[in-house]
Nanobody, 127 residues
């Protein structure tokens, strides 16, 4: 059973920075695609960022230049580095894992590409 566990969400002020972490209990982490999505109250879940097994990165336009995704294969962890946070970044952030992303052509920006999801971590940006 694969577990995806996010952490790092909290209440911050506009302009602050925050780092979210996502640990995945799986073998061959370096072969998987990892992503972050978020869902604000009353809105649909939206793609934020993804990183492929090879390190290719994808970003939503709304966070490009402010957020950065990274991963550390040695500890099965993906990160989302968030800078210059805005009130519109307030949402529950979800981490997702596509098992064996190295061997697929799935679009890393689509939620349907992912096999396992975490429970989410809340980020609230107060002005």
């Amino acid at each position: 059973q694969v577990e995806v566990v996010e952490s790092g969400g909290r209440l911050v002020q506009t302009g602050d920075s925050l780092r979210l972490s996502c640990v995945v209990s799986t073998r061959f982490f370096d072969r998987h695609t990892m992503a972050w999505f978020r869902q604000a109250t009353g809105k649909e879940r939206e793609f934020i960022s993804a990183i492929t097994w090879s390190g290719s990165e994808f970003y939503a336009d709304s966070v490009k230049g402010r957020f950065a995704i990274s991963k550390d294969d040695s500890v099965n962890t993906a990160y989302l580095h968030m800078n210059n946070l805005k009130s519109e970044d307030t949402a529950k952030y979800y981490c997702a894992c596509e098992i064996g992303g190295k061997y697929t052509d799935n679009d890393p920006r689509k939620s349907s590409s992912y096999d396992y999801w975490g429970q989410g971590t809340q980020v609230t940006v107060s002005s």
